[in-house]
């Protein structure tokens, strides 16, 4: 059952500042490396790519289309890219699956539950037909198929949201292996020619109302990083990359989440973040718990990550009263809750109790904290001090903290992204709205490639590469030309 936390905390007092003065050092931030991507959100787990003008503003299924390829089946992880490699998975199922439904609804839609309706009130059974585990290379500048290795087959045993894909993690690679996992079923470690090296099987456990899994694996030097939480026996564990070896495992006192762990690198020491609803945990490289904090919300989706030496944390069912995000300095020890009403602490430089999202997770671009919350609205913060950003008068005068980014935009789950000056949110419908930080973060285009679209999009050498429910897109502005030697 869902834990809605009891705990009331005050929500930050709003500051009221001018956006032109934070404009001016909007796009500070270190430089990101982007000729490959390697993981879920990039290899810093930021989706903001170096400024290139290869890199398109518009595009449709025609303009500014390097390629368009089919992928088979279902599945919402990310590309990654790694040299003339990108990578995806899928799982493809020998008999007919229930088409995904966008948008917020009850109930819940587990196609293979046998126990929630899923359409028109009907109760669908598990899934009984074989489904085939894949994982699939394409090349970077032809995408042509490279090639296809399956990893398993099976029927089921476990069920999954109606939005949700049996292969819903994003791979993970080094350039020297691809790192697969899929939720309830295993992890596979496969070679750049797609040959199986080992394989770390994982036992189904049951999920929160039958949603499924999601949170993806991530690598740091020889340690494959997976946390596994679901409502028998959560935990964390590291693989060594090159056997698959169990180097630990952590028991863990949380229910179900779907929230990629992230490692936080900073002067004092290298963490291991998990977001969880119980607890926010971090953990040094052996495993062992390094501090905690609670008062996250009662699901958590949205990826630990950090920028400007800070961790960023997150979540926001849309059924709980308190959407939480915290700012977290390096170096904490022990529990660093905030205590009753307080809005910081030594380690908690900022907390507002009513920006976070539900599924995306959230952008900071130079000195904004972006927010793109499921409905079609986003906000934005100082993301060095936490205080709401107004753009206008008029937003100012009535404190309008959200913003729509169009009326009848649909609902969001892929995480937003960034380049040129520019945020990128694409929603369910397959259409990515462009908002310019610049200037007042207007809309400025809308994009469409008519297809329902859940991935969070990758980067890499002036390409941007957007997943719809059928295809993988490479997206170049092919005549532009890039400055230097």
Known sequence: ??????????????????????????????????????????????????DDPRLPTSWSTEENVAWKVPVDGLGWSSPVIWGNK?????????????????????????????????????????????????????????????????VHSSVPNFDRHLKNTYASETPVTDGERVYAMFGNVGVWALDMDGKILWNKPMEASATRLGWGTAASPVLHGETLVVVNDNDDQSYMMGLAARTGEVGFTVKR?????????????????????????????????????????????????????????????TSGYVGDKIKPVFAIRPGATGDITLEEGQQSNEYVVWYNDSAGPYHPTPLVYGDYYFTLLDLGFFTVHNAKTGEELYFTEDQKASKQVKRRIKRGSGGFTASPWAYNGKIFVLSEDGDTYVLDSANNFELVGTNSLDEVAMSTPAMARGSLFIRTRGHLYRLTNADAKVSGP
């Open 1 to 50: 059952m869902f834990k809605v936390k009891s705990r009331s905390l005050a929500r930050l007092s709003v500051l009221f500042s001018c956006a032109a003065l934070l404009a001016a050092s909007a796009f500070a931030a270190a430089p990101v490396e982007t000729d490959n991507w390697p993981s879920f959100r990039g290899s810093k787990a930021l989706s903001i790519a170096d």
């Open 253 to 313: 006192e949380e229910g179900t989440n779907w929230s990629t762990p992230f490692v936080w690198e900073h002067e004092g020491r290298t963490e291991i973040v998990t977001a969880g609803s119980d607890q926010v945990r971090s953990y040094d490289l052996e495993g062992r718990q390094l501090w905690s904090l609670s008062g996250m919300d009662s699901i958590s989706i949205p990826q630990p990550f950090s920028a400007h030496g800070l961790l960023y944390l």
């Open 86 to 150: 990108v990578f995806v998975t899928t799982v493809v199922s020998d008999g007919e699956v229930e088409e995904p439904k966008m948008g917020l609804y009850f109930p819940y839609g587990s196609p293979e539950s046998g126990g929630f309706p899923t359409k028109d009130g009907v109760l669908m059974e598990r899934a009984k037909d074989q489904h085939h585990w894949w994982v699939y290379a394409f090349d970077f500048e032809t995408g042509e198929s490279l090639w296809k290795t399956k």
